[in-house]
């Protein structure tokens, strides 16, 4: 108790394997930022030098084309592929279902209700529209985007072109909820604009909300303003970087410090801390890392390098698979080592409960989502579908993506989507490998002894009276294989040419790759 209100304060040195720590590391090519539940590596993001993050930036955009079989329109925001906007995106939205409705102070004015059948005639072809960017470009997709724009402050979320005022469902005191209803219906919010009150909004006195609506609205201000004397396409607003994005979405009372390497970086989340407590500033500690880097001193390199493996073991001797395709994220339960009960049933329910809550914690570290099946582990009894059911739908409560979960199906499998922004973290650390194209797979040597002999042959018959020898260069294990088990054959390949063939090794070579030369000319015959 006494350590936590210590960490509360900011007294005594910050320990990350206690309470919530945010550790920052700062390189001259890259930034990373680790979130981490008594040591548990739970988020990791990285940016890099000459990233463009465009998740919540606003754009002026020029409709280009409009597709109404799709009930889409693609608009030209100056990027190298168009914006997709579905019709549906470009309707005023009602509030999201975590959200309670509140009502303004004043009459109401009754909007004409605009359908998708709309759309087309408010943006023909060439107008303008001021869009904002919901989802990045992920493989060969451009980003989607709506005309539902909102603006995240500190405590509030200004939507400028919506009339609704929201309050978070997960501030769940009447009390709490009560008390920020009024503050909400008193502040002076412009006709024709609406506002949502934060989570982090709990327990914050109304000048706090007062002060982050003027900033919100001065912003506002400024891109309305970069809106009108800009042509179309244009930026008129882009989301932070990666520490201020940090300092502002996660530096809540539920963080108990900050460890960053940078002592300007430092300094900066210091300021930003600053606005909103003096209690919060101190929160924020300098780390120099002159000795060994913050994430090897903290053991976040370790668990850095565990996100990227394709199996994950688990505290019970379990382990679960995961694998990403382009339509869906496979993931696979397993007992491995679990054998210590005896009773059969509990120790299946052990493993599923464990690896639907590190199913839950691998989506959100490695950013992956979409639509994605979880083959479970045969339970008899749907008293533990429920447990296991209840077990990820509580995990995935800390993930700020959208998330929607299905009860378990009778073959065992559970479904659910999370809902994705920008590319998961594999595919922008990774590129597909030159080698196996991204099957993760490589042909045997047998396979390449049978697909070399076979163009040897064609290059025989083909050249038979112009071809003396002819060099073959292989990587090394296939040119084992030719020495051992198919030396027999290759003997009898050359007697059916007038020459000799000669096979050399070279390690550095791709097993899928050979070259077929004449040894005369040295000219390349064949080559796979």
């Given at each position: 108790?006494i350590?936590?209100?210590?960490r509360?304060l900011?007294?005594g040195?910050?320990?990350?394997?206690?309470?919530?720590?945010?550790?920052?590391?700062?390189?001259?090519?890259?930034?990373r930022?680790?979130?981490?539940?008594d040591?548990?590596?739970e988020?990791?993001t990285?940016?890099?030098?000459g990233?463009?993050?465009?998740?919540?930036?606003?754009?002026?955009?020029?409709?280009?084309?409009?597709?109404?079989?799709?009930?889409?329109?693609f608009?030209?925001?100056?990027?190298d592929?168009?914006?997709?906007?579905?019709?549906?995106?470009?309707i005023p939205?009602?509030?999201?279902?975590g959200?309670?409705?509140?009502?303004?102070?004043g009459?109401?004015k009754?909007?004409?209700k605009?359908?998708?059948?709309?759309?087309?005639?408010?943006?023909p072809?060439g107008s303008?529209?001021?869009?904002?960017?919901?989802?990045?470009?992920?493989?060969?997709?451009?980003?989607r985007?709506?005309?539902?724009?909102?603006?995240?402050?500190?405590?509030?979320?200004?939507?400028p072109y919506?009339?609704?005022?929201?309050?978070?469902?997960k501030?769940e005191?009447p009390?709490e909820?009560?008390?920020?209803?009024?503050?909400?219906?008193?502040l002076?919010?412009?006709?024709?604009?609406?506002?949502?009150?934060?989570?982090v909004?709990?327990g914050?006195?109304?000048?706090?909300?007062?002060?982050?609506?003027?900033?919100?609205?001065?912003?506002?201000?400024?891109?309305?303003?970069?809106?009108?004397?800009?042509?179309?396409p244009?930026?008129v607003?882009?989301?932070?970087?990666?520490?201020?994005?940090?300092?502002?979405?996660?530096l809540?009372?539920?963080?108990?410090?900050?460890?960053?390497?940078?002592?300007?970086?430092?300094?900066?989340?210091?300021?930003?801390?600053?606005?909103?407590?003096?209690r919060?500033?101190r929160?924020?500690?300098?780390?120099?890392?002159?000795?060994?880097?913050?994430?090897?001193?903290v053991?976040?390199?370790?668990?850095?390098?565990?996100?990227?493996?394709r199996?994950?073991?688990?505290?019970?001797?379990?382990?679960?698979?995961?694998?990403?395709?382009?339509?869906?994220?496979?993931i696979?339960?397993n007992?491995?080592?679990?054998?210590?009960?005896?009773?059969?049933?509990?120790?299946?329910l052990?493993?599923?409960v464990e690896?639907a809550?590190?199913?839950?914690r691998q989506?959100?570290?490695?950013?992956i989502?979409?639509l994605?099946?979880?083959?479970?582990?045969?339970?008899?009894?749907?008293?533990?579908?429920?447990?296991?059911?209840?077990?990820i739908?509580?995990r995935l409560?800390?993930?700020k993506?959208?998330?929607?979960?299905?009860?378990?199906?009778?073959?065992?499998l559970?479904?659910?989507?999370?809902?994705?922004?920008?590319?998961s973290?594999?595919?922008?650390?990774?590129?597909?490998?030159?080698?196996?194209?991204g099957?993760?797979?490589?042909?045997?040597?047998m396979?390449?002894s049978?697909?070399i002999?076979?163009?040897?042959?064609?290059?025989?018959?083909?050249?038979?009276?112009?071809?003396?020898?002819?060099?073959v260069?292989?990587?090394?294990?296939?040119?084992?294989r030719?020495?051992?088990?198919?030396?027999?054959?290759?003997v009898?390949?050359?007697r059916?040419?007038?020459?000799?063939?000669i096979?050399?090794s070279d390690?550095?070579?791709?097993?899928?790759?050979?070259?077929?030369?004449?040894?005369?000319?040295?000219?390349?015959?064949?080559?796979?």
């Amino acid at each position: 108790m006494i350590q936590h209100i210590k960490r509360l304060l900011g007294i005594g040195k910050p320990d990350p394997t206690r309470g919530n720590s945010i550790v920052v590391n700062v390189e001259k090519l890259e930034r990373r930022v680790a979130l981490l539940e008594d040591g548990v590596l739970e988020e990791y993001t990285v940016e890099r030098e000459g990233d463009q993050n465009i998740v919540g930036g606003i754009f002026k955009g020029r409709v280009k084309n409009i597709e109404g079989g799709l009930k889409a329109m693609f608009v030209d925001i100056g990027l190298d592929k168009n914006a997709f906007l579905h019709f549906w995106d470009a309707i005023p939205a009602a509030l999201d279902g975590g959200l309670e409705e509140i009502q303004r102070e004043g009459k109401k004015k009754q909007q004409k209700k605009i359908t998708s059948k709309d759309i087309p005639d408010i943006y023909p072809i060439g107008s303008e529209i001021v869009i904002q960017v919901s989802k990045g470009p992920i493989g060969t997709k451009g980003p989607r985007v709506t005309t539902n724009i909102s603006m995240a402050g500190r405590y509030l979320v200004l939507m400028p072109y919506t009339e609704q005022f929201g309050i978070s469902r997960k501030i769940e005191d009447p009390k709490e909820r009560q008390r920020l209803r009024k503050i909400v219906q008193k502040l002076q919010v412009p006709e024709g604009m609406g506002i949502i009150m934060r989570t982090v909004a709990q327990g914050t006195r109304a000048r706090h909300f007062v002060r982050d609506l003027h900033m919100l609205l001065e912003q506002w201000d400024e891109i309305e303003a970069r809106r009108a004397n800009n042509p179309a396409p244009a930026c008129v607003f882009q989301e932070p970087g990666l520490i201020e994005r940090t300092a502002r979405d996660f530096l809540t009372d539920e963080i108990d410090q900050v460890m960053c390497d940078d002592q300007a970086t430092t300094e900066m989340i210091r300021e930003i801390a600053g606005k909103v407590s003096r209690r919060a500033k101190r929160r924020v500690h300098y780390v120099p890392s002159s000795t060994q880097p913050i994430f090897e001193k903290v053991n976040i390199q370790k668990q850095i390098d565990e996100a990227f493996s394709r199996q994950v073991w688990l505290k019970c001797g379990g382990y679960i698979v995961i694998d990403e395709t382009e339509a869906l994220i496979a993931i696979d339960v397993n007992t491995g080592r679990n054998r210590g009960s005896k009773d059969v049933d509990k120790m299946i329910l052990e493993t599923n409960v464990e690896a639907a809550e590190e199913v839950a914690r691998q989506l959100r570290l490695r950013n992956i989502g979409g639509l994605v099946v979880i083959d479970l582990i045969d339970m008899r009894h749907r008293k533990d579908q429920q447990t296991v059911y209840k077990a990820i739908k509580e995990r995935l409560k800390k993930d700020k993506a959208k998330t929607q979960v299905l009860q378990i199906s009778p073959v065992g499998l559970m479904e659910m989507t999370r809902q994705r922004l920008n590319e998961s973290l594999r595919d922008s650390m990774y590129e597909p490998c030159p080698y196996c194209q991204g099957r993760a797979r490589v042909k045997t040597p047998m396979t390449m002894s049978v697909e070399i002999q076979r163009r040897l042959n064609t290059v025989i018959q083909k050249h038979r009276e112009s071809i003396g020898d002819i060099i073959v260069i292989v990587n090394s294990d296939v040119l084992n294989r030719f020495k051992s088990e198919d030396a027999k054959l290759l003997v009898e390949l050359e007697r059916s040419h007038s020459g000799r063939l000669i096979f050399r090794s070279d390690p550095t070579l791709n097993r899928e790759r050979f070259a077929i030369i004449d040894a005369t000319t040295e000219k390349t015959i064949d080559q796979g």
